[in-house]
């Protein structure tokens, strides 16, 4: 027991939340929203969280010098690799819808080819990520912006006469925060630790622990 309460006292180290659905995607001024579903590590419990990511950030390698992480709840999710988070968690009213488009091929080079000859504009594209490949016999064709097992977020912008970006999200690093309030309880949990020590060490000694 002790044991537990210094750890939850420490927060758990990092662990991968990935994305499940672009849930909503809008532009508004230069700057892109998306409201994303995200499976947090270990339970697997989903919550809603906003990125913002300015067009000029699409293409860059690793999270701007200004991001910053976001705390909610008793979570702490890392500076995305491409963007800001939202802290109200709320797209912006007035933004202008895009919606997702999803892109089914085999290949890397294949999904290349299908990245460069996207429209002019900004969108929001989700693709397999090729060393797990989407399940198509078990899964059915995916819609309203869910991203199966094995797939990606690829945010790509393509504006006549500048060369095309592309950025790839996929998840977050998340890990619960610090909470020292834990601590408090460690002359309690100490005393039930001596009381059931004989218990514990009667129930390891038959293997059932």
């Known amino acids: 027991m002790t044991i537990g309460v210094i750890q939850r006292s420490a927060g758990h180290l990092p662990g991968s939340a990935v994305i499940t659905q672009v849930k909503q995607s809008a532009i508004l001024g230069d700057d892109l929203f998306l409201q994303l579903g995200i499976q947090l590590p270990k339970h697997g419990d989903t919550r809603t969280e906003v990125l913002r990511v300015p067009f000029k950030d699409i293409g860059l390698l690793g999270p701007s010098e200004s991001a910053i992480p976001l705390d909610v709840d008793e979570l702490r999710f890392a500076p995305p690799t491409v963007g800001y988070w939202v802290p109200e968690g709320v797209i912006p009213t007035g933004a202008t819808p895009v919606y997702p488009e999803?892109?089914?091929?085999?290949?890397?080079?294949?999904?290349?080819?299908?990245?460069?000859?996207?429209?002019?504009?900004?969108?929001?594209?989700?693709?397999?990520?090729?060393h797990f490949q989407w399940d198509r016999l078990t899964q059915p064709p995916p819609h309203d912006g869910l991203v199966p097992a094995g797939g990606q977020v690829i945010l790509a912008i393509r504006i006549e006469g500048v060369p095309g970006a592309d950025s790839d999200l996929f998840s977050f690093n998340v890990a619960r925060k610090k909470n020292r309030a834990w601590l408090l309880l460690t002359p309690l949990t100490v005393v039930g630790d001596i009381v059931t020590f004989p218990i514990q060490l009667f129930i390891i000694s038959r293997g059932d622990l």
């Open 102 to 130: 999803y892109i089914d091929v085999a290949s890397s080079q294949a999904l290349d080819e299908r990245l460069t000859s996207l429209a002019s504009g900004v969108h929001v594209v989700i693709a397999p990520l090729f």
